[in-house]
Nanobody, 125 residues
Framework: QVQLVESGGGLVQAGASLRLSCAAS????????MGWFRQAPGKEREFVAA????????YYANFVKGRFTISRDNAKNMVYLQMNSLKPEDTAVYYC??????????????????WGQGTQVTVSS
């Protein structure tokens, strides 16, 4: 079993940057592809970014390409989401998730086995 704890959220102005971190428990972190999702009030949870087990392949939602970067450090059991040029529409609770469904990153919530509790990101205009 994997436990995930996100951190790094906060309130920032449009155009600013934030770096989200996700700490994973367990000794099998490198066995999981990892992803970030977000959920705004009244909306469904949506895919943001994913990374393969090795970290060699990344996947992004179209609306974050060129602004967000996902990375992982398997030695530290950590996954990160660097968010630049933030927009008010990026306001949401951001969730870290782990998937045992193969080596590649996954883009749909039902492909993930474990979820963190989420961290709030608020971008003011």
């Amino acid at each position: 079993q994997v436990q995930l704890v996100e951190s790094g959220g906060g309130l920032v102005q449009a155009g600013a940057s934030l770096r989200l971190s996700c700490a994973a428990s367990g000794r099998t972190f490198s066995s999981y592809a990892m992803g970030w999702f977000r959920q705004a009030p009244g909306k469904e949870r949506e895919f943001v970014a994913a990374i393969s087990r090795s970290g060699g392949t990344t996947y992004y939602a179209n609306f974050v390409k060129g602004r967000f970067t996902i990375s992982r450090d398997n030695a530290k059991n950590m996954v990160y989401l660097q968010m630049n040029s933030l927009k008010p529409e990026d306001t949401a609770v951001y969730y870290c998730a782990a998937s045992s469904n193969g080596p590649r990153g996954r883009t749909t919530p039902w492909e993930y086995d474990y979820w963190g509790q989420g961290t709030q990101v608020t971008v003011s205009s």
